[in-house]
Nanobody, 117 residues
Framework: QVQLQESGGGLVQAGGSLRLSCAAS??????????MGWYRQAPGNERELVAT???????TYAGTAKGRFTISRDNVKNTVYLQMSSLKPEDTAVYYC?????????WGQGIQVTVSS
């Protein structure tokens, strides 16, 4: 079983930056062995994809994140990051980390990011 723990959220002004971390633990799970992703859900909206990183290191981004957000991982720390820059009020949401391997999805508990105007 995979446990995911997000950290790094909080309140930031528009134009600012935050880095989210997702620390993974589990007897045989590593962040480089599966598809890791960041999702977000704003009040009243469905959960949406923000960015993913494959086991091979390929990354994809939602259009709203492209050019502003960067997903990366540290295999030694078994942690995935989401560096967010040029934040906008519409980026306000609960951000979730997801791990997918062997058809099984695991989610973190989510962390709040609030961008003030």
């Amino acid at each position: 079983q995979v446990q995911l723990q997000e950290s790094g959220g909080g309140l930031v002004q528009a134009g600012g930056s935050l880095r989210l971390s997702c620390a993974a633990s589990g007897r045989i799970f590593t962040v480089s062995s599966g598809l890791m992703g960041w999702y977000r859900q704003a009040p009243g909206n469905e959960r949406e994809l923000v960015a993913t990183i494959t086991s091979g290191g390929s990354t994809t981004y939602a259009g709203t994140a492209k050019g502003r957000f960067t997903i990366s991982r540290d295999n030694v720390k078994n942690t995935v990051y989401l560096q967010m820059s040029s934040l906008k009020p519409e980026d306000t949401a609960v951000y979730y980390c997801k791990a997918q391997r062997g058809g099984v999805n695991s989610w973190g508990q989510g962390i709040q990011v609030t961008v003030s105007s």
